[in-house]
Antibody, heavy 125, light 109 residues
């Protein structure tokens, strides 16, 4: 059974960098799949942040791209998120998830089949 | 703003059928996936692809698509189906970026 677990500081000061790690168990990241980050501000909907392949290739949400870095450490079977210059608007529950794709004549149709439990990050001085 | 549009709230009587919709240009080309989220919990995948259910998801959940609209149908809604539901697909530019709908709060009466 694939399991994901987020970890990192629950409180970050404005203008600083938010750093989170997602530890994966039950599956070796180096075997494949994209791995992604999704966030949810309190009382609001889901927002895709970005995804990374085990080789290191990445896709980022255009609205966050200038501030986001996602990296992977296959030796530790984990991947990480860094979000710079945070403001109160970045306060959210951050989830990590395995990205899968359904393939047919329409092409690649994305979905996230395994999710971490989420971790709340509050941006406040 | 989201490229996928959902009704904020829908209600259904216990045991009846309800359809939750998701509209967006990208849905003319790609399938939506659907997630159920209960308060304080992570989202759970309920439908992906043309109409596929992960293991453990009841068969009362089904998916369909027509034009720019994807639908999640719950046939015989149960009390435990009360939750927020989110659709997800690729963005309308056709690149590998993901988008989520704003979510629909389902109330089972």
């Amino acid at each position: 059974q694939v399991q994901l677990q987020e970890s990192g500081p629950g409180l970050v000061k404005p203008s600083e960098t938010l750093s989170l790690t997602c530890a994966v168990s039950g599956y070796s990241i180096s075997s494949g799949y994209y791995w992604g980050w999704i966030r949810q501000p309190p009382g609001k909907g889901l927002e895709w942040i970005g995804s990374i392949y085990h080789s290191g290739s990445t896709y980022y949400n255009p609205s966050l791209k200038s501030r986001v870095t996602i990296s992977v450490d296959t030796s530790k079977n984990q991947f990480s998120l860094k979000l710079s210059s945070v403001t109160a608007a970045d306060t959210a529950v951050y989830y990590c998830a395995r990205n899968e794709y359904y393939y047919d004549s329409s092409g690649e149709n994305p979905f996230a089949d395994y999710w971490g439990q989420g971790t709340l990050v509050t941006v406040s001085s | 703003s989201s490229e996928l549009t959902q009704d904020p709230a829908v209600s259904v009587a216990l045991g009846q059928t309800v359809r939750i919709t998701c509209q967006g240009d990208s849905l003319r080309s790609y399938y939506a996936s659907w997630y159920q989220q209960k308060p304080g919990q992570a989202p759970v995948l309920v439908i992906y692809g043309k109409n596929n259910r992960p293991s453990g998801i009841p068969d009362r959940f089904s998916g369909s698509s027509s034009g720019n609209t994807a639908s999640l149908t719950i046939t015989g809604a149960q009390a435990e189906d009360e939750a927020d539901y989110y659709c997800n697909s690729r963005d309308s530019s056709g690149n590998s970026h993901w988008v989520f709908g704003g979510g629909t709060k389902l109330t089972v009466l």
